[in-house]
């Protein structure tokens, strides 16, 4: 079974503080996703990376940045954190899509952040 | 910006009725995928309809999809309790770019 495993479940930090949220997958997915997820909002994607050292902005990256050094990691960062990015934080991979074959994404548990 | 918009927010149902789940997308799409997600947890891949399928089955799911209205349904037969969860559409995009819609929040009721 493909595993998408997030570093923490839940995250308490400060404003100001640099966070990172880690992402890790162990089948060789070349496209790896983060979306925030808030109440009445549903997912919104931030960043999306289709192979490694390469990535493209979501629908909401301001005050994210993403770093994919290695296939199989996907991090964000948030480089000040701000009470407004408090809100639960979800990663996913998938295949490349082959043809008109579409892939299945997978999630992992999520995190919770709460920025205070 | 969503790709999708579900409808209803919320829906209430007695167990053994059907639930039917409407989405709308904006965009061209690849395909059209539904995912479950229980309280708190990742979501769960349901289905998969491509966009030169009109309809899916799998179990107890039927999914429709017409291009020419940019909409979806999905529709749960003979629902369980156990199927309370939120359900939400991503259309795929080129690139295997996945967007979500907001959800419907379905609760079955004992």
Known sequence: DVKVTQSSRYLVKRTGEKVFLECVQDMDHENMFWYRQDPGLGLRLIYFSYDVKMKEKGDIPEGYSVSREKKERFSLILESASTNQTSMYLCASSLVRQGEYGTEAFFGQGTRLTVV | SQQGEEDP??????????????????????????????????????????????????????????????????????????????????GETSGSRLTFGEGTQLTVNP
């Open chain 2, 9 to 90: 927010q919320a829906l209430s149902i007695q167990e053994g009725e059907n639930a039917t789940m409407n989405c709308s997308y904006k965009t061209s799409i690849n395909n059209l995928q539904w995912y479950r997600q229980n309280s708190g947890r990742g979501l769960v891949h349901l289905i998969l309809i491509r966009s030169n399928e009109r309809e899916k089955h799998s179990g107890r799911l039927r999914v429709t999809l017409d291009t020419s209205k940019k909409s979806s349904s999905l529709l749960i037969t003979a629902s369980r309790a156990a199927d309370t969860a939120s359900y939400f559409c991503a």
